[in-house]
């Protein structure tokens, strides 16, 4: 069965100081992608990164980079540099290759939460 | 600007009522989806429509109708057969080419039902 947890419901980070949010995963394709989204209170979901399960190097976007070990099938997102606009909730989704169209698979999130 | 816009934004609803819940979107997106959240959880797929005419169900589908006759419209009809409608709900798109590349979905603001 397919499945992505967060095991962290809530983390706190002291401003400028960097934090990791982690995500494991569960599934026998071979293929598939790896998402991280922000959901501040307003409740929109922002797109922040992505990993294909085939890319060699980690990815990153700014403050953001995916720690990704395939082997623990695990996606960690580290966010660097933190701002006290990243307090939101995190989550990690994942597109499963036997999946139809694009759909994601989402985890039950973390409420980041940086403390000035 | 492009984006998804869904409305309206709060809604209330009595018991054994209808509901509609507009999506719109003007990305070009051939994929569109609707995604139900409930307080502290992730997101979890209601319908999904890959082309104009066609649809299909999610892992909550029941209880919940969609259409797709127009490429930039994926309405979700909320009926009275949900037994538990009250959430937030979120319609997302995406567009179509090879499964990777990033082909994030892209997420309207939200929908919160609250059946009174």
């Known amino acids: 069965a397919q499945k992505i947890t967060q095991t962290q419901p809530g983390m706190f980070v002291q401003e400028k100081e960097a934090v990791t949010l982690d995500c494991t995963y569960d599934?026998?394709?071979?293929?598939?992608?790896l998402f991280w989204y922000k959901q501040p209170s307003s409740g929109e979901m922002i797109f922040l990164i992505y990993?294909?399960?085939?890319?060699?190097q980690n990815a990153t976007e700014g403050r953001y980079s995916l720690n990704f070990q395939k082997a623990r099938k695990s996606a960690n997102l580290v966010i660097s540099a933190s701002q006290l606009g990243d307090s939101a909730m995190y989550f990690c989704?994942?597109?499963?290759?036997?999946?139809?169209?694009?759909?994601?698979?989402f985890g039950s999130g973390t409420q980041l939460t940086v403390l000035p | 600007d492009g984006g998804i816009t869904q409305s309206p934004k709060y809604l209330f609803r009595k018991e054994g009522q209808n509901v509609t819940l507009s999506c719109e979107q003007n990305?070009?997106?051939?994929?569109m989806y609707w995604y139900r959240q409930d307080p502290g959880q992730g997101l979890r797929l209601i319908y999904y429509?890959?082309?104009?005419?066609?649809?299909q169900k999610g892992d909550i589908a029941e209880g919940y109708s969609v259409s797709r006759e127009k490429k930039e419209s994926f309405p979700l009809t909320v009926t009275s057969a949900q037994k538990n409608p009250t959430a937030f709900y979120l319609c997302?798109?995406?567009?179509?080419?090879?499964?990777?590349?990033?082909?994030?979905?892209?997420f309207g603001e939200g929908s919160r039902l609250t059946v009174l």
């Open positions: 997302a798109s995406s567009g179509t080419g090879s499964f990777y590349g990033t082909g994030e979905l892209f």
């Open positions: 599934t026998s394709d071979q293929s598939y992608g």
């Open positions: 990993q294909g399960s085939y890319d060699e």
């Open positions: 989704a994942m597109r499963f290759s036997s999946g139809s169209a694009r759909q994601l698979t």
């Open positions: 990305l070009n997106h051939d994929a």
């Open positions: 429509s890959q082309i104009v005419n066609d649809f």
